[in-house]
């Protein structure tokens, strides 16, 4: 027997308590409001905590949707609050009566769906990086921070709940429960495997944002160094210039050659060939 539930509505807290299969501990699990991934032995059977991209629309995939799972050999109940499309596809299958025939069955079909669901989220990250690697490569191209900051995080909240997920899926193979057969072990196996798969992508993910944002942060670091050392050339050029401009400009005890009509523009080529000087001297110590 499989019961879902929406843990949000009255009505569905009203049946597990009336219901009476389950304890206290075990309603106050199926009806919190957070939880991590984790598996539990309780009284009666064991609680399994798994948690799904979130699909819904309008809303982000690493805010992961959690499905709470009490299991025995008699019973599965799952609770929810946002709607799973993982679950939803097992619900199809059911009704086409080609689904899961056994407790067995539905548990291991339903940490599948799960799973198999993150695929298309994983690749759309790494698609995304791979623009942002392309975007690199184009200095003439305003790079996308923000984005970028936004896809860490979305990495980062994924991994958050795979990890955990992963050490539980792990413990359900490795204890003995009356309700799992062994053939299904091996489905569940695949299962784990490929969520470690996952999780090996997101590490890498998360490696490779951190590598585009080093780059971006030494391009800009570069540019604003460049631009620096050019305002310092300049100012190295221009400040005997400007000390004997100033110097002349004191007009301490009169300005020297104001008798003489060549005075300014013997001044002036003056000027001329210092910086003229001062320029091949930069140039010979390769500061230009």
């Not at 799952?78 to 025939?101: E, F, H, M, N, Y």
């Amino acid at each position: 027997l499989w019961v879902h539930l929406d843990y949000s509505q009255a009505e569905a807290i009203d049946w597990l308590k009336n219901s009476e299969l389950l304890t206290d501990y075990e309603l106050a699990s199926l009806t919190a409001d957070e939880t991590r991934p984790r598996i539990t032995q309780v009284t009666n059977g064991c609680m399994l905590f798994l948690r799904g991209v979130n699909l819904n629309p309008a809303q982000s995939p690493e805010d992961m949707v959690s499905i709470r799972l009490f299991i025995n050999k008699n019973i599965v109940i799952t609770t929810r609050k946002r709607r799973l499309l993982s679950v939803q596809d097992v619900l199809a299958s059911l009704i086409a009566k080609t689904g899961p025939c056994s407790i067995s069955e539905l548990v291991c079909q339903l940490t599948h769906n799960l799973t198999s669901r993150m695929q298309g989220v994983i690749d759309n990250l790494d698609d995304t990086l791979d623009e942002f690697e392309d975007e690199i490569d184009e200095p003439t191209k305003r790079f996308d921070n923000q984005g970028l900051s936004q896809l860490r995080r979305q990495t980062i909240g994924l991994k958050r709940y795979l990890k955990p997920q992963k050490e539980a899926l792990s413990t359900l193979m490795a204890n003995r429960y009356n309700w799992l057969e062994e053939n299904d072990k091996a489905k569940l196996n695949e299962t784990t495997h490929l969520l470690i798969r996952f999780i090996e992508e997101l590490d890498s993910s998360i490696e490779r944002a951190q590598i585009i944002q080093q780059t971006i942060t030494n391009q800009v670091s570069e540019q604003l160094n460049q631009r620096m050392y050019v305002m310092s050339v300049v100012a190295a050029l221009f400040l005997p210039l400007g000390f004997l401009t100033g110097l002349l400009g004191v007009n301490v005890g009169g300005i020297p050659g104001t008798d003489s009509p060549y005075a300014f523009g013997f001044f002036v080529i003056f000027l001329v060939v210092l910086t003229g000087a001062i320029g091949v001297y930069f140039k010979n110590k390769k500061w230009l």
